[in-house]
């Protein structure tokens, strides 16, 4: 029924009903920047996996959504917790071996990429390689990188500056 005198459709206690885009928009819109919060958080070889589990999870909560919530910083948060739910399912899974030694050796953790900047990228206190891959691989703005990493957006820019002047000096120094 149309509501009289051209007066727009109110929901509970007045205020006025805005419904959400289509989940299939917000797919569109959103999808390219999820993904590289994914990579940013598991690298590149599961950040399919990540983003389509951060799309289901989305969908199913998509519906009890706010209308005026911020979307795009809503599926980067649910893209880090999935991202660092993936990584913890992977440090506890089983490693595949081709034959069982008889006597236990000495346990090695898996060789990281064998480049300067990654290793100066994962060397960094958490919240400066946060700030600096939600920031500058994922191309989120200061004030969502502060709400991923718990903190302010002046912090976050801090966070991103000096975890930016550490790799700087790190790499020249491994550099010829």
């Not at 727009?8 to 917000?26: D, H, M, Q, Y």
């Not at 034959?99 to 050796?105: A, E, F, I, Q, W």
Request: net charge positive; proline share 10%.
């Amino acid at each position: 029924m149309a509501p009289r005198g051209g007066a727009s459709p109110t929901g509970v206690r007045g205020t006025p009903i805005v419904s959400l885009p289509p989940f299939e928009a917000v797919v569109v819109e959103h999808g390219p920047v999820v993904l590289r919060v994914c990579r940013a958080v598991v690298g590149p070889h599961d950040a399919d996996d990540v983003w389509s589990e951060t799309f289901l999870a989305a969908l199913g909560a998509y519906p009890r959504l706010a209308p005026d919530s911020n979307v795009r910083g809503w599926l980067a948060t649910i893209a880090h917790r999935k991202g660092i739910d993936w990584i913890r399912s992977r440090n506890r899974a089983p490693l595949a071996v081709a034959r069982v030694p008889d006597h236990p050796g000495p346990t090695a953790e898996p060789a990281l990429r064998d480049d300067a900047l990654w290793r100066a990228v994962a060397a960094l206190p958490t919240k400066q390689r946060g700030a600096v891959l939600y920031h500058y691989v994922a191309d989120l703005p200061y004030a969502e990188v502060g709400q991923l990493i718990g903190s302010s957006e002046a912090a976050a820019r801090r966070a991103a500056s000096d975890g930016l002047r550490t790799l700087r000096s790190t790499v020249n120094r491994e550099r010829p």
